[in-house]
């Protein structure tokens, strides 16, 4: 058996927020119908780990603010500037807000009976029944860290998911329908997508007891495999914002007047200070300061160096000229295929992904896109759902042990030697996996699509969406800030 | 007096500047302008939405000179800010009915 001191049975960054410390009976009850007990040891907080948790929060809000606030603020014209960088500001605000004050309960506590697989309850809203001291455990038999600092490291999650979306319909959008956005939606669609995908029990409430059912999110619930987010972040933001775009239609003017960025120097400082953040983001997810953050980091670095490669060579070889845009836009690509398999997948598989990702997103931002006539102002669908699908399926192939993957723990398997904090991994098989990746991206993509449409569809009714077409025109920094970007 | 309007490329300023302040010319007027003769502008791309930009930029000298200097100052632009391919450039001379210094008030010949 092997030591493994490390994460999940099929989820990615969740933790044992329910029944280890809400409800530690569930824990035991179970077994207590057996003989011989197991018990779990003592939940203990590693200064390690929680260092590692505590840089990992502040660097993923290094990627919204500012991070993604110039890589979307430098591809709009100039004279809306401004509108992107408040905007993206603002989410971040209201979005922490929302998730501290009932966002983080929704997500990862246990819901209402009948509907627990898709939404939390609001035990913990407020953050009521989270003590300062209070420790939720991570991927690791009795490991843990402190609920505060996950508490946190999730909030960036919620801020930087929400701010995600609202690039598809920049250059158009009501400042008073951001708000209400920022509010409504990690409620409505991030929150509980959160909870299907991240919300389980424990290692230490499945390795007490093998056989209970686990009471754990539809999509968790599915055996799929996500470790930071290509579910939960990516495609979800790619649909809502797909779905938003559609419903505000065109810019006036797309297709027909030249709507070039206007820095393409502050998107590539944008990209690069992602692409930095994205280790806390992916490293981050693994809850501990282990091997599988190291794994995380080389694949944050192989995969996003792969996709940023082969997004430079095919535009050069179709359009003729490499050019900056398109290599950072290869790079955030590579950034969002390999974060849902960045504690799975070995190096040499997060790089092959990354190469693919590179192509595939070119294809959809290019022809696809054009094809197709929408106008997803910053490709938030175009590289953040395409690159997450990607990523999100083949991370069931590539986290394959045969292929240099991880593999997944198998939590029951734990206590059978005697020592709870070993366990197994569990057998792998290709097409099981593969149909639990492929019903969790359907799922995610139903939810977020419904939920968005819903959002949307209220805050059409009482603020509206889309600003008057003489606003517009002026640019959003002006009329709906009062302000320009530069006053040279 | 003589109005030269000259558009040359931008990066063949300081040769023409250096080559008409030679010949002592002593001031001229310099504008960042963009326009289109016969050479074409190009094609910019961005994630595969392509912009065809017309208007290249080039860089307008307007330079008030005596009547007598104005062929040597058409001939000295010519020869500096030539390359020999497309775009570069045209002069245009026009007359100037008056001139005036504002710091002195001396008008037309003395004034330039």
Known sequence: MQALNRFLLFAGAALAATATLVDPSWAQEAPAAAAGAITAPELTVNKGD??????????????????????????VRSKNMLSLLTQVMAIQCIALIVWFCWGYSIAFTTGPEGFDQYFGGLSKAFL???AIGAKVETFSVGVAIHELIFICFQATFCAITTALAIGAFAERVKFSAIVAFAILW???VYAPLVHMVWFWPGPSAIATAPDAPVASGLIWGFGALDFAGGTVVHINAGIAG???????GRRIGYGKEPMPPHSLTLTMVGAALLWVGWFGFNGGSN??????????MANTFIATAGAGVSWMLIEWLFK?????????SGVVAGLVAVTPASGFAGPMGALVLGLLAGVVCFFFCTAVKS???YDDTLDVFGIHAVAGILGAILTGILVDPALGGAGVVDYTSCAKDGDITTCDTAAYDMMTQLIAQTKAVLVAIAWSAIGSLAVYIVIAVIFGLRVSEEKEREGLDISEHGERAYNM | MKLVIAIIKPFKLEEVRKALDEMGIEGLTVSEVKGYGRQKGHTEIYRGAEYEVTFVPKLKLEIAVPSESVNKV???????????????????????????????????????
Do not use: C
């Open chain 1, 186 to 188: 990690p409620t409505v």
């Open chain 1, 50 to 75: 929680n260092t590692w948790m505590l840089m990992s929060t502040v660097i993923v809000l290094l990627m919204t603010i500012p991070g993604l606030a110039l890589f979307y603020g430098g591809m």
């Open chain 1, 320 to 328: 003729g000229k490499p050019s900056l845009l398109g290599l950072v």
């Open chain 1, 287 to 296: 809850l501990e300061a282990n091997e599988y953050a190291g794994l995380a």
């Open chain 1, 128 to 130: 009521a029944n989270v």
């Open chain 2, 74 to 112: 058409v001939d000295v632009i010519t020869a500096m800010a030539k390359t020999g391919q497309i775009g570069d450039g045209k002069i245009f001379v026009t007359p100037i009915e008056q001139t005036v210094r504002i710091r002195t008030g001396e008008t037309d010949d003395a004034a330039l």
């Open chain 1, 242 to 248: 797909l779905v938003g775009a559609l419903l505000l």
């Open chain 1, 371 to 373: 094809a197709l006539g």
